[in-house]
């Protein structure tokens, strides 16, 4: 049963071009993810939001920048894309901060031309 | 610097075989080793996971055997069944939350 949803589920576009992608979760929980899953399928860490503060921010680079408007809420808008940036884009949530069971959307995949 | 590596990129098995994939972690810090399980077009799903503490841990087919000493871990799926085909990740975690994942290796099973 999804609890964790993403959109859009694909985004084609240009190198240069902002997107967005929105995450939702429905379980109740305090926190929320971003991890990105590239071409080779590793997994790593963006960002981790508690309760709507950022609690980390792994070494990503500036154009990245999580948006939470409330705990289950938890967006990711990219300014200016790279073709480096083509990757799933993964949102979790789990139910506090150091509780180690995350619950994974579907992911978006993005592609950059 | 890679903090947990799975041994292999992937793996092929005959339905009914016991498929073993394996994980070494450099952190002696860690005390939290899940497996998840990733189907094409959805997100990885925590499959089992062991603490430190333990060196077996079971789940129906599912057995994670762990060393502490050596820093590796094993993960076996008994009677592999064509549905188990999928990615399976390491992880390792400390009390922060925060999860580290190897590349995942891929599971094949033939029927």
């Known amino acids: 049963e999804t609890a964790v949803f993403q959109t859009p589920n694909y985004h084609v576009t240009q190198v240069g071009n902002e997107v967005s992608f929105n995450c939702k979760q429905t379980?109740?929980?305090?926190?929320m993810y971003w991890y990105k899953q590239d071409s080779k399928k590793l997994l790593k860490i963006m960002f981790s939001y508690n309760n709507k503060q950022l609690i980390v921010n792994e070494t990503v680079p500036r154009r990245f920048s999580p948006q939470s408007s409330d705990k289950a809420h938890l967006n990711l808008r990219i300014k200016s894309v790279e073709p480096e940036d083509s990757a799933v884009y993964l949102c979790?949530?789990?139910?506090?901060?150091?509780?180690?069971?995350?619950?994974f959307g579907s992911g978006t995949r993005l592609t950059v031309l | 610097q890679q903090q947990v590596r799975q041994s292999s990129q992937s793996l092929t098995v005959w339905e009914g075989e016991t498929a073993i994939l394996n994980c070494s972690y450099e952190?002696?810090?860690?005390?939290?080793f899940p497996w998840y399980q990733q189907f094409p077009g959805e997100g990885p799903a925590l499959l089992i996971a062991i603490r430190s503490v333990s060196d077996k841990k079971e789940d129906g087919r599912f057995t994670i055997f762990f060393n502490k000493r050596e820093k590796n871990l094993s993960l076996h799926i008994k009677d592999s069944q064509p549905g188990d085909s999928a990615t399976y990740f390491c992880g390792t975690g400390a009390n922060t939350g925060k999860l580290t994942f190897g590349h995942g290796t891929i599971l094949r099973v033939h029927p």
């Open positions: 379980l109740g929980h305090d926190t």
């Open positions: 952190n002696s810090a860690f005390d939290y």
């Open positions: 979790a949530s789990s139910y506090r901060q150091g509780a180690e069971t995350l619950y």
